[in-house]
Nanobody, 115 residues
Framework: QVQLVESGGGLVQPGGSLRLSCAAS????????MGWYRQAPGKQRELVAGITSGTSTNYADFVKGRFTISRDGAKNTVYLQMNSLKPEDTAVYYC?????????WGQGTQVTVSS
């Protein structure tokens, strides 16, 4: 069982930045592939960025060049640095950990981009 706790969400103006953190409870955190997803009201949950156990990364087209995912094995934490935020980035952001056949989710953190 893996427990994931997100933090770092909040209200930010357009063009601003936030850094989300996801702390994992699990020993051997580095063997898990990790990801950030988001869900806006009335929309389906969608992948924002992922990082594998081998530290390969992938990004949704709508965040390329603005968001960066990273992980710190010593702190069992994965980060999402979000720059140049837009109002359409407003959503609940969820942390995800997976190693087949298991998958775990955090409780989510709200990000609101508004002036």
């Amino acid at each position: 069982q893996v427990q994931l706790v997100e933090s770092g969400g909040g209200l930010v103006q357009p063009g601003g930045s936030l850094r989300l953190s996801c702390a994992a409870s699990r020993y051997r955190f580095l063997i898990y592939d990790m990801g950030w997803y988001r869900q806006a009201p009335g929309k389906q949950r969608e992948l924002v960025a992922g990082i594998t156990s081998g530290t390969s990364t992938n990004y949704a087209d709508f965040v390329k060049g603005r968001f960066t995912i990273s992980r710190d094995g010593a702190k069992n934490t994965v980060y999402l640095q979000m720059n140049s935020l837009k109002p359409e980035d407003t959503a609940v952001y969820y942390c995800n950990a997976r190693i087949a056949p298991f998958e775990y989710w955090g409780q989510g953190t709200q990000v609101t981009v508004s002036s």
